[in-house]
């Protein structure tokens, strides 16, 4: 726990920035009172070798400073620093009615949109418990089914002629009966096409006699 304490510290401060900013030219004086922030909480936060780098201003801090433009920065700040470890996050304490608006309009943003997410993830997890669901109906319907067919083994055996029978028609897409009475017309039509040609045959015969004759 005391590890913990030391890594995360907190302190307020308020900035002054005129002096700092005096000296410089005009075109870079908001610049300046931004990099005089900087300093000043390295000093005071006890930053290793007052490395800049490792202090992360925030976003509506910075829009605070650069308000007025580059030619007038503020003369103050105050501001809120947070030490986790080397690194040293800053934020603005009194920030200006139109930035305040601002901040809070973004960060119901990020809210909505978190909400929004997380409706996705529950309507995709749904679906997939629905698509769960219709799936294990499906199995519990062809078991009983295996299961019909293994107990009427005797009897799905025994006619197995007729199975054959079925098939055959099936492949034929022609019933038996009709498969018989084409046959048996087939049959009729072949013997009165013979009697025609025998006569002609008989006829022939005769003629070759007289001819002889």
Partial sequence: MADKDIAKLEREY???????CRPVPRYKKTPKAVKTVKEFLARHMGVRDRDL????IDKYLNEQLWVR????????????AVKEGDIVRVYAVDLPKK??????????????SKEAHEMKKESKKSMME????????GKEDKAPKEGVSQ??????????KEAKE?????????????????????????????APKEEKKEDSKKETKEMQK
């Fill in 14 to 20: 308020t900035i002054p920035l005129r002096e700092k």
């Fill in 53 to 56: 780098k490792k202090i992360k």
């Fill in 99 to 112: 930035l305040a608006f601002k901040k809070t309009r973004e960060e119901k943003q990020v809210i909505k």
């Fill in 166 to 194: 079925g098939k055959e028609e099936a492949k034929s897409g022609v019933p038996e009966e009709t498969a018989k009475a084409e046959a048996k017309l087939g049959v009729k039509k072949s013997k009165k096409e013979e």
């Fill in 69 to 80: 433009g580059i030619k007038k920065p503020l003369h103050k700040v105050k501001v809120r």
């Fill in 130 to 137: 629905k698509a769960k669901e219709s799936l294990q109906p």
């Fill in 151 to 160: 107990g009427g083994t005797s009897s799905s055996t025994s006619p197995s």
